[in-house]
């Protein structure tokens, strides 16, 4: 894999860091469409049969909701050298259904950092990313765990030299 | 939220009872479709940037393998009154990628059962789903935990029923 501009190396990763995130607005045909292949609910595909659910009008699958969090993540701030290689996800929460028209955003943060014992170009980051609406209401909370590339012996610290560059 | 015919009441649910699913097989385009939309890395929507990365050819957003195991969820044999409600995810692993062809099919087993504290209608039950391909390699692995109906007071047990229909 070619290392990318501006994605960090394992090296590069500051715990604690929150890494902003685009937006993505959510349509009714979009939800449908997303149901009928992977959750086929009447309440994430009919509006008359979503209004006689617990959720009292047609919703998102909880699994789109999921997905465009990795789109935002993906296209957000926190670029990763390798990209977004995912080892598994230790928790999901949607503690607020996502509607037709929603608009999402998401903030990532590094919660630990270790180096892989399998593999040892990589790093294993566990990360969390919160999504919320338009309402400012959190609609996911994902963490998962990512590999990283470790940076390469002997390749300079650009991000560093930049830095020092516009110090001087 | 209307009773369904052949969907268990949280009182019907057996700790340890494994369910099985249909099957789904993933093409390329279905690949590269959800991943513009959803996931739009190299190694998921073209074939030479794949083949330099990590996995060596294209394979499937990890979450559309989730979002897979879903579907084979919500059409196999465990099904559940209400529908299949999230409250949330404790465990998502992908052992193996999922490539273009492949078909996957899976298993749920509920490990664990209980009263909602909140919504004393509904019971909450931990469910493993493990999704395998075709070469019955493990593709994922899902623990989530969902809401279900309680039986309501004075409704007939028809499942039971049946059963003794059938032994008279």
């Given at each position: 894999?070619?290392?990318?501009?501006?994605?960090?190396?394992?090296?590069?990763?500051?715990?604690?860091?929150?890494?902003?995130?685009?937006s993505v607005t959510l349509s009714l045909e979009e939800i449908k469409t997303f149901a009928r292949q992977y959750d086929p609910q009447p309440f994430h595909l009919d509006e008359e049969a979503a209004g006689k659910s617990v959720f009292g009008s047609l919703v998102a699958s909880g699994w789109q909701?999921?997905?465009?969090?990795?789109?935002?993540?993906?296209?957000?701030e926190l670029q990763l050298q390798g990209g977004w290689i995912g080892l598994g996800v230790d928790k999901i929460v949607w503690p607020n259904p996502v509607r037709p028209g929603d608009t999402l955003t998401a903030f990532?943060?590094?919660?630990?950092?270790?180096?892989?014992?399998?593999?040892?170009?990589?790093?294993?980051?566990?990360?969390?990313?919160?999504?919320?609406?338009?309402?400012?209401?959190?609609?996911?909370?994902?963490?998962?765990?990512?590999?990283?590339?470790?940076?390469p012996a002997g390749q300079p610290d650009t991000s560093l030299k930049t830095t020092i560059a516009e110090e001087v």
């Open positions: 894999m070619p290392t990318q501009n501006h994605a960090l190396f394992y090296e590069d990763i500051q715990i604690g860091k929150q890494y902003g995130c685009g909701t999921a997905a465009l969090t990795m789109r935002l993540r993906v296209e957000g990532t943060e590094v919660v630990e950092a270790r180096e892989s014992q399998s593999k040892p170009q990589y790093g294993v980051i566990k990360v969390r990313t919160t999504t919320f609406n338009q309402r400012e209401e959190q609609v996911c909370e994902v963490v998962s765990n990512q590999f990283v590339l470790r940076r």
